[in-house]
């Protein structure tokens, strides 16, 4: 196998995962609702119930080469919002 290869399979896993993950805010919304409100105290369900829809997108993205790319960029840029509101939340 191919490096390329590898990193191929490597990206789409992850993917899985993190979809996974993302629907996972939708199966069993309590389990996430106490890490969420150091970055979102106010409508704290709804914030879990959007992260993981982003969260489903970005693996779904990450699953087909095509999308990679722009997957990848969308997962630095939900990283800064995360970042960016969970040093809000703690001001």
Same mark, same amino acid.
């Given at each position: 196998?191919?490096?390329?290869?590898?990193?191929?399979?490597?990206?789409?896993?992850? !993917?899985?995962? =993190?979809? #996974?993950?993302?629907?996972?805010?939708?199966?069993?919304? +309590? $389990?996430?609702?106490?890490?969420?409100?150091?970055?979102?105290?106010?409508?704290?369900?709804?914030?879990?119930?959007?992260?993981?829809?982003?969260?489903?997108?970005? !693996?779904?993205? =990450?699953? #087909?080469?095509?999308?990679?790319?722009?997957?990848?960029? +969308? $997962?630095?840029?939900?990283?800064?919002?995360?970042?960016?509101?969970?040093?809000?939340?703690?001001?």
């Amino acid at each position: 196998m191919s490096e390329e290869s590898k990193t191929r399979s490597l990206a789409g896993y992850a !993917g899985v995962v =993190l979809a #996974a993950a993302g629907v996972s805010h939708f199966v069993k919304p +309590g $389990i996430y609702e106490p890490a969420t409100t150091a970055a979102f105290p106010d409508n704290t369900r709804r914030h879990v119930y959007t992260n993981g829809g982003i969260e489903t997108l970005l !693996g779904l993205s =990450l699953i #087909a080469p095509r999308t990679r790319r722009i997957g990848l960029a +969308g $997962i630095v840029a939900y990283l800064a919002y995360l970042g960016g509101n969970l040093l809000r939340g703690k001001s």
